[in-house]
C-alpha cells in the first residue's frame, strides 16, 4: 500500500488513516517530547541548576511509591536504564544522602532503592518546580481535558506495549 493510499474506513468511521499520517502524527509526538522534555527540568534541582532526567524519575517515583521505596530492578526498568547504568545513578544517589538501599526480609535477591529524609526533602523541592514547568509548558498550551485524554492515551499505549 503506497504511503498516501486511502485504507479505507476507520474504526470511528471516518476515513482510515493514510502511512504518512501515522508516522507524522507519531514523529511530531517524538519531537514534542524532545523538545519539551529539558524544559520541564529547567532549575528543577532545589538548588536552582537543571536536573538530569534519570534523577528525577528516580526520585519522583520513589516519593510517589508507598513508602518511597522499589525494588532497584522495577526502578531501573520504569526510568528505562541498564543494571549497570541505574546502579551507577543509585550511587550517586547514595553518595549525595538521597537514597540508601535495603534488603528484603523475605528474599535476599530483592534489594530496595528508599529515600532518606534528605532525598524525601531534595524530591519535594523538586517536584514543586517541575509542577510549576509542567503547568506552564503542558497545560498552559494544551488545557485541561488534553492533559486529561493525553494522560489516558499514554497509559493505553504504556499498557498495550508491555502486553506485546
Avoid at 30 to 53: H, Q
Avoid at 56 to 84: C, D, H, K, T, W
Avoid at 100 to 114: F, G, H, I, K, L
Avoid at 138 to 151: A, I, K, N, Q
Wanted: glycine fraction near 10%; hydrophobic fraction near 40%; aromatic fraction near 4%.
Amino acid at each position: 500500500m503506497s504511503g498516501n493510499a486511502d485504507a479505507g474506513t476507520g474504526a470511528d468511521g471516518g476515513s482510515a488513516i493514510t502511512d504518512d499520517e501515522l508516522i507524522t502524527a507519531w514523529g511530531l509526538l517524538v519531537e514534542a517530547l524532545n523538545e519539551t522534555s529539558p524544559l520541564l527540568l529547567r532549575g528543577v534541582d532545589p538548588s536552582g541548576g537543571d536536573m538530569s532526567g534519570p534523577w528525577f524519575e528516580v526520585l519522583i517515583r520513589l516519593q510517589r511509591s508507598p513508602q518511597n521505596r522499589l525494588p532497584m530492578s522495577v526502578l531501573a526498568r520504569e526510568v528505562s536504564l541498564s543494571s549497570g547504568g541505574f546502579t551507577k545513578l543509585a550511587d550517586r544517589l547514595e553518595r549525595q544522602g538521597y537514597l540508601v538501599r535495603t534488603s528484603c526480609p523475605q528474599d535476599r535477591r530483592v534489594v530496595y532503592a528508599e529515600l532518606t529524609p534528605a532525598g524525601r526533602e531534595f524530591a519535594e523541592k523538586a517536584r514543586a518546580q517541575h509542577v510549576v514547568l509542567l503547568r506552564e509548558h503542558v497545560l498552559g498550551p494544551l488545557g485541561e481535558d488534553t492533559v486529561r485524554r493525553m494522560g489516558d492515551f499514554a497509559r493505553l499505549l504504556r499498557d498495550s506495549s508491555r502486553g506485546a
